[in-house]
């Protein structure tokens, strides 16, 4: 394997660690940004490993998600010089163990500053938003005093709404209480900062302003401990989080300007979008030249509810889309992929819609959308992990795929299963009898009765959460203004998801598994791909945070609000950055003509690159 050349950037990375500085890389996309992370990990092992672990005192570095903690961990070698974990993970493991300061912490800021905030939504009048927040002041106000009388343990748990009298905390409290503790307590600074000399930050952009402040606090002064964040500005598209990164007074900000990823097409569009940096093609990328090219589709005037499209015009949208793909000659290429804005323009067009309206509506959280968006939700995590994987070997008629497949899944075909005294072939003819009225049961029963068989022929291990959902009666009507309902809306979630057949679930899992050509635009960050296709259509996809023909075409569609255009922008940014060669944007326009023109005039995209469908 080649010797990694070391770019300019990790040579002044590695000069401030050998210097003891605090330092901001601030690194656009496909920069190699996780690369120039981890060869400066490994250099502080190479110069200090052998002091650090004398001392016992380790390498912290700081990730977005499970995902990104498992690939950093692994390119370290799994070393436990390293502690690699996610921001909420590290947060509440160093303060968990300070149970009188946090409930000091909940009692003088963050409950106070809850009520705060709700209070300034009360205007005193009788609408929904002033009634609304004058029961959650009223609500927290009580849990306050509980928690005041009381001294229960501060606990963390995966729910949607706190519950401070019980000093029941959830991840966004972890935010908060977590950063007052660390800015306010000079030994739990002290303790962090001699525990971990050298504290990492990656996917900078998406940590949290207090987060941010607490850190900095524990490395403000000169020498050891030292902070170093990797990101990109233009990459931060979730709601409430940094942007904007840097270190302590005295932070080196240093520049990372490559891109191995993409074109020069794709490179020159990207650096129309942002005047921070200017990326240059590197490495296999000097001198490809690719190509970018955007068609320009007149969306139907939507005449459906709420300025949505009808079924009718949904039909005609995705005609379209299909023609586009064709003039482009990508109908069935494999190395295309298709981002969408929303992941409801996917489901629609994989046939999963009634899956991903329940996961994002009424009985969902934050939590358990992402959990669906990702395929963790423990009612999902059957299927995707061992049901759906067994109907499948089933349908092939393949007794040893079958039989493999529940050697993996089935307590009662493991090597020390109830099955274990039987022969071969009693296995085999026990197996194929199972798995055809399993397959049966698919075609015809409810997710609730596929879980019972299951349960019932020991063919999967349920977790005692879902065995737990399974086995109790049905919870009442749903009740949005009870807190108690609303704590545990999840009961809602499980008992529908319990009604729907299984028609969707093979859909939803081939998305997962990567099976699809589509993803959404916000799930593309951190992919890359030959060729993309970017599906832009603000009607279709019907969310106000986002809006692609106000920011670009503003003189055509009419000026977007500060906060749209930031997001848009950002937004744009990431899912063109995900092509390597050539990238296509489908862009719908009430107002076609006007809008090519104001792209070009803009210098946003050149004149030969623009067209109409």
Not at 28 to 55: D, F, N, P, W
Not at 263 to 268: E, L, P, R, T, Y
Not at 329 to 353: G, T, Y
Request: proline content about 4%.
């Amino acid at each position: 394997m080649p010797e990694l050349q070391l770019t300019e950037t990790d040579i002044k990375i590695a000069q401030c660690i050998d210097e003891s500085k605090s330092f901001t890389v601030v690194a656009g996309a496909g920069s190699g940004k996780t690369t120039s992370l981890i060869e400066a990990l490994k250099k502080i092992r190479e110069t200090h490993g052998r002091r650090l672990r004398k001392r016992a005192q380790r390498i912290v570095c700081i990730t977005y998600t499970n995902r990104a903690v498992d690939v950093i961990f692994s390119r370290l070698g799994y070393d436990e010089l390293y502690v690699v974990t996610t921001l909420h993970g590290f947060l509440w493991g160093e303060v968990s163990r300070f149970q009188a300061p946090l409930r000091r912490a909940l009692i003088k800021h963050v409950i106070p500053a809850r009520i705060e905030k709700a209070q300034q939504h009360d205007n005193g009048g009788n609408s929904k938003t002033a009634v609304t927040a004058r029961k959650k002041v009223e609500r927290l106000q009580i849990e306050l005093a509980e928690l005041i009388k009381n001294s229960p343990p501060v606990r963390y748990e995966e729910t949607t709404v706190s519950d401070y009298s019980k000093c029941i905390l959830n991840h966004d409290d972890i935010i908060d209480v977590a950063s007052y503790l660390i800015m306010t307590t000079a030994l739990l600074r002290k303790g962090i900062g001699f525990k971990y000399p050298y504290i990492f930050i990656d996917e900078a952009q998406d940590t949290f302003p207090q987060v941010m402040s607490a850190l900095n606090s524990i490395c403000a002064s000169e020498g050891l401990p030292i902070i170093g964040y990797f990101g990109d500005p233009m990459q931060q598209i979730y709601d409430k989080r940094a942007g904007d990164f840097t270190g302590p007074d005295g932070t080196v900000i240093i520049a990372k300007n490559e891109n191995f990823r993409s074109s020069g097409s794709v490179i020159n569009l990207l650096n129309r979008f942002r005047d921070d940096i200017k990326q240059f093609p590197a490495g296999k990328n000097a001198g490809i030249e690719g190509s970018v090219e955007i068609l320009i589709a007149r969306a139907p005037s939507p005449q459906g509810p709420r300025k949505t499209y009808t079924p009718e015009q949904l039909d005609q949208v995705s005609s379209i889309f299909n023609d586009a793909l064709l003039k482009w000659e990508w109908q069935d290429s494999p190395s295309v992929k298709k981002l969408f804005l929303a992941r409801q323009m996917i489901a629609r067009r994989l046939n999963f819609s009634k899956i991903h309206r329940l996961f994002t509506g009424v009985y969902s959280s934050l939590r358990s959308q992402s959990a669906y968006e990702d395929g963790t939700h423990y009612l999902l995590k059957p299927f995707i992990e061992s049901i759906y994987p067994l109907i499948l070997a089933t349908k092939k008629e393949n007794p040893k795929l079958v039989i493999d497949v529940l050697r993996k899944i089935s307590p009662a075909f493991s090597l020390e299963g109830v099955n274990k005294g039987k022969s071969l072939k009693q296995m085999l003819n026990h197996a194929n009898e199972l798995t055809k009225y399993l397959a049966d049961l698919w075609n015809s029963k409810t997710i609730h009765e596929i879980f019972k068989f299951c349960e019932e022929n020991a063919l999967l291990s349920l977790s005692e959460r879902l065995s737990t959902q399974l086995n109790r009666n049905v919870r009442e009507v749903f009740d949005s203004e009870n807190d108690d309902h609303e704590r545990d809306k999840g009961d809602w979630l499980a008992d529908e998801f319990f009604k729907m057949d299984c028609s969707e679930i093979s859909a939803y899992v081939e998305f997962l598994d990567k099976n699809s050509p589509f993803s959404t635009q916000h799930g593309s960050k951190g992919e890359e791909y030959p060729n993309v296709m970017v599906m832009i259509d603000d009607i279709e996809a019907s969310w106000n945070n986002y809006s692609f023909g106000k920011t670009l075409t503003p003189d055509t569609a009419g000026d977007p609000t500060h906060r749209q255009a930031e997001l848009t922008k950002k937004l744009a940014y990431v899912c063109f950055s995900r092509a390597e060669l050539n990238l296509r944007v489908l862009f719908f326009s009430l107002a076609p003509e006007h809008a090519r023109r104001e792209l070009i005039d803009k210098g946003l995209f050149e004149e030969k690159q623009v067209s109409f469908i």
